[in-house]
């Protein structure tokens, strides 16, 4: 049985003493010293720290014990079954890391002289390069840091095309399906768009009778995941192109869906303009709890002269930054993105090549419809929609029918899993589905596993019915037990740093 | 296959129109073995030159400081690398703990409440506090310096554009580099909901009109958003401590690698009030209990304001952030604890100016540009010397150095001028290289050798 560790680990703030120290800073030489003399002299009385910050003071191995102790409370793919619905946890090979954290790219400063600096140069120009065949557009940009962001790019493009066309204050509807992911709509209103949504059909694809309905001279695009989050491929995709673009607006894919068609076939062909890739995703760069990934952005040809400043050229002898693109939005951000995790992706398509990448696409979508056809005979859980269409990544099921009938719902099924050692999929979302449970296996799980999963998820669905109080209380094996997420946000109690809970709780100390 | 009852993979997308699928491979390499990647990708990194192949003046925004080995064993643990956002938080405990302290080490560097557990960077922390203060204040001008960084303002003007926010620049005095507090009073108005500073500025000089800038501010019910390089903290007033509203930042030199500019760490914080906390952006760690109450824990807190429960009326569609960058530097902070960064403030403090110092006696050159205290970066004017930039650098890299950036197209009123950044990495002994190639391309004088 699994059992994380659980080391009631103080927080930092209350271990060590004072005065020590784990990290002693280079030395400054005498004769600087000298010459300078007492730098809070050259520093304004108004403007010098009074009161020091009150960090830790822990030596060395305090901090070393204290951060190793904390990764042994966390659950990362290298530790088992990471089946989060459209997040795409899939095995990060080592190599890559080795190669990222060269001081060859570590050590290397984004402003210095482009003539030292061809490596890394010559690595983003031709993973751009790739990424641009493999999704079928003519240009990407690498700047984006995350998927999210990407988004943000893609519809400020969407801004800029319409804007060059005398139309932006025409077209503010941003069309996006109601089985979206939530950064879809929060992105196309940071842009600022109007969000239409457009619902599902009973197969689970966009309504196209809605569509049409929806589009007007108003309409600035539609965002759209294909396979869709319920893993079910848009098949619809090429009318969906043309009632888009027949009303004047543009085609966005959002590419958190992308590792099951990659190499069989491209967003590009299908009629889309504007890609975003999340390279924590379907490239294999681990996901770090949060991030750095990397969300490039692949457009069409009519699209690219409004990327972002600099552009990565090559002149047949030299790679150059260009910023001299009178058309370009600006800059999302600083620099030119996020280098070290775009390496690792480069990487990852050197190893595995074309043929490679297709068989990533067709052993994940296997495994998901292996996955999807053990479970739907599982008493309790419902899949909703045909079960004939075969699923692309990912399969959602519902567990409305147990919940129904013994009161455990999604998240209790997800919080029990945790005990069996394997991390829940993602839970209440799609919206479209009542509770939700959404698998994504990936092709980077093997069959026992993915077995082992099966047999889990079955035999929590008859703990449910013989024992619900038992699974209602789960987790049990994990480092905590259920957390009181409400606490955590309600303006009495919320502690959001350690000088904010002192100054609630000034009694006791975790 | 056999047990889902199918013959060939190609079944499985069966429901996919024909016409989309590839008829030919695609131009892509050909897979490698592990030995093929790593050599393939080391011959191409072995042409970068780097910051241990030559000294390199730069800063601007991402700059060299030392990474003690302790913060790369932590985060290559693949505990924390290969986990998703802690969406589970009991078996996420370890990175919703150190996340936890990474957000109130932020807190008490720069004196503010709350810290959010990362943005992008800067520049998109920058444009994500514009937009924030806009929908606090219902206002929709924004005030920021004329001297910020060029990439720092294009972001900015991105992020705020779509929300119908404007810009205005307050200028400077030529002497000091200091916000001109005449311009800031006739500029600010009713429709100004923030007003920005950077401390150490873009060009590296402190600026101290801060209570000054904070009052006019806040008498026209505006917000206070600073930016700050957070190495220099040890040191230098938090920005709390003058009355900042809302704090951003570089996380880049707490404990990561410039990597040619990316992954870098947005630092953003804001004051304990519920009005400002319900409009930030980003994932925000809480502290809690056990359901049952017994046991102390933590999960992501308020994430109603968040784009997968709020959609379209979320307070920004940030998902996936740095975080791992953010456990960095919650390790860099716990290694060198309130001393060590005093000191290394110190440290830093002392050799930029020793460098100011060696470089302002080379006849011809001005160091630095503005009079007021410099912290880690300084302005050098080549103007005296009847050089350009580009001709003195080209001069320095041929000797093997790597001079500062060129900001004289940015700033073009100050002239031929770069910006240096000088750091604890830096010796003396580098620094006496720098002065004595200056010295030797000033000397050799004007504009005759090097194009």
Request: net charge negative.
């Given at each position: 049985m699994f059992r994380q560790a659980a080391w009631n680990e103080p927080i930092i703030f209350t271990l060590g003493r004072a005065g020590r120290r784990g990290h002693i800073p280079p030395e400054v030489e005498e004769t600087v010293k000298k010459a300078v003399g007492d730098v809070y002299g050259l520093i304004p009385e108004n403007m010098r720290r009074r009161n020091p910050p009150r960090l830790p003071e822990l030596s060395e191995p305090e901090v070393v014990r204290h951060f190793v102790r904390l990764s042994e409370m966390n659950y990362g793919v290298d530790s088992g079954l990471y089946p989060l619905g459209s997040c795409t946890m899939k095995y990060n090979p080592k190599i890559n890391e080795e190669l990222a954290g060269s001081p060859k790219?570590?050590?290397?400063?984004?402003?210095?002289?482009?003539?030292?600096?061809?490596?890394?140069?010559?690595?983003?120009?031709?993973?751009?390069?790739?990424?641009?065949?493999?999704?079928?557009?003519?240009?990407v940009c690498l700047q984006p840091a995350a998927g999210a962001h990407g988004e943000f790019l893609g519809a400020l493009l969407i801004r800029a095309y319409h804007k060059h066309r005398g139309e932006l204050d025409q077209r503010k509807d941003m069309l996006i399906p109601d089985s979206a992911h939530g950064t879809n709509p929060a992105s196309a209103a940071m842009a600022g768009f109007n969000v239409v949504v457009i619902p599902s059909d009973r197969d689970g694809c966009v309504d196209v009778e809605a569509l049409k309905a929806a589009v007007s001279e108003k309409t600035a695009g539609l965002m759209l995941t294909n396979p869709n989050t319920l893993g079910i491929f848009e098949k619809n995709i090429e009318e969906i192109a043309k009632i888009v673009h027949e009303a004047g607006g543009l085609l966005y894919y959002d590419g958190a869906n992308l590792n099951p068609i990659l190499c069989k076939v491209r967003p590009g062909d299908m009629g889309f303009d504007i890609v975003h890739i999340n390279i924590h995703k379907t490239f294999s760069t681990p996901h770090g709890g949060g991030g750095p990934g990397a969300g490039p952005v692949g457009v069409k040809e009519e699209l690219a002269k409004f990327l972002p400043v600099p552009r990565i050229v090559f002149d047949g002898e030299r790679y150059r930054l260009d910023y001299n693109r009178p058309y370009s939005i600006g800059k999302i951000r600083s620099f030119y993105g996020n280098v070290a995790v775009l390496l690792k992706a480069y990487a990852y398509i050197l190893s595995l090549g074309f043929e490679g990448l297709r068989e990533v696409a067709e052993v994940s979508v296997l495994n998901a419809n292996y996955i999807m056809h053990k479970l739907k005979n599982v008493d309790g859980l419902a899949l909703p929609y045909d079960e004939k269409t075969p699923r692309k990544h990912e399969c959602v099921f519902s567990a409305k029918p147990l919940k129904a009938k013994t009161g455990v719902s999604a998240l209790n099924v997800a919080k029990r899993l945790l005990d069996y050692g394997v991390h829940a999929p993602t839970m209440?979302?799609?919206?479209?589905?009542?509770?939700?449970l959404m698998i994504e296996p990936t092709e980077t799980f093997e069959k026992e596993e993915l077995d082992r999963f099966v047999e889990a998820v079955r035999e929590i669905c008859r703990e449910a019915q013989t024992n619900p109080e038992k699974v209602l209380k789960a987790p049990y094996n994990t480092a905590v037990q259920r957390l009181d997420e409400v606490k955590?946000?309600?303006?009495?109690?919320?502690?959001?740093?350690?000088r904010m809970y002192l100054k609630k709780h000034a009694t006791t100390k975790p | 296959m056999h047990e889902i009852d199918i013959k060939s993979i190609d079944e499985l997308y069966a429901d996919i129109p024909a016409k989309y699928f590839l008829k030919k491979p695609l131009a892509l390499p050909e897979g490698l073995s592990e030995l093929g990647v790593k050599k393939h990708v080391e011959a191409l990194l072995s042409k970068n030159k780097t910051c241990l192949d030559m000294p390199v003046f730069l800063g601007a925004g991402c700059w060299p400081h030392y990474v003690p080995a302790v913060v790369r064993e932590i985060v290559q643990r693949s505990e924390f690398l290969t986990a998703y956002t802690p969406y589970q938080a009991e078996i996420s405990q370890g990175m919703l703990q150190a996340l936890f302290e990474y957000q109130s080490m932020i807190c008490e560097l720069t004196a503010m409440d709350v810290a959010n557990c990362s943005m992008y960077d800067w520049a998109s922390a920058l444009g994500e506090a514009a937009r924030m203060a806009s929908r606090i204040t219902r206002r929709n001008e924004i005030l920021i310096p004329k001297i910020i960084h060029p990439e720092r303002k294009a972001t900015l003007h991105v992020y705020v554009e779509p929300a119908g926010i404007n810009v205005k620049e307050v200028e400077y005095n030529r002497e000091t580099g200091q916000i001109s507090l005449n311009d800031l009073e006739s500029k600010i108005s009713k429709e100004t909901a923030a007003v920005y500073v950077e401390n150490p500025s873009y060009l590296g000089f402190i600026e101290t009109h801060v209570d000054e800038i904070s009052q006019i501010t806040h008498a026209h019910d505006a917000l206070f958003i600073v930016g700050v390089d957070p190495i220099s903290l040890g040191i230098l007033k938090p920005p709390g401590e003058y009355g900042a509203d809302i704090v951003v930042g570089e996380g880049e030199p707490l404990g990561n690698s410039m990597n040619y500019g990316g992954p870098l760490l947005g630092i953003f914080a804001c004051r304990d009030d519920q009005n400002m906390i319900r409009?930030?952006?980003?994932?925000?760690?809480?502290?809690?209990?056990?359901?049952?109450?017994?046991?102390?824990?933590?999960?992501?807190?308020?994430?109603?304001?968040?784009?997968h429960i709020r959609r379209e009326k979320a307070t920004s569609n940030i998902c996936s952030n740095e975080a791992l960058c953010a456990v960095a530097a919650a390790v860099y902070l716990a290694l060198l604890g309130p001393n060590g960064l005093r000191e290394l403030g110190e440290t830093i403090m002392c050799k930029a100016n020793y460098a100011m110092r060696l470089l302002s006696k080379i006849e011809g050159l001005k160091v630095p540009v503005f009079k007021a205290p410099h912290f880690k970066e300084f302005t050098v004017n080549f103007d005296g010397a009847g050089l350009k930039v580009r001709e003195a650098h080209e001069a320095l890299l041929q000797k093997g150095i790597h001079g500062g950036k060129n900001v004289s197209e940015e700033f073009p009123e100050l002239g031929e001028t770069a910006l240096y950044c000088v750091t604890e990495i830096h010796t003396e002994a580098e620094i006496r290289r720098l002065a004595e190639a200056l010295e030797e391309i000033v000397s050799a004088g004007g504009r005759k050798s090097y194009v």
């Open positions: 790219l570590g050590m290397v400063h984004p402003y210095q002289d482009e003539r030292t600096v061809q490596g890394i140069l010559e690595i983003l120009y031709r993973l751009e390069r790739w990424l641009a065949e493999i999704t079928g557009m003519a240009e209440y979302f799609p919206l479209i589905v009542e509770e939700a955590a946000s309600h303006p009495q109690t919320m502690a959001l740093s350690w | 409009q930030m952006p980003g994932r925000i760690i809480g502290l809690t209990t056990t359901v049952d109450g017994g046991k102390h824990g933590f999960c992501m807190a308020l994430q109603t304001r968040e784009q």
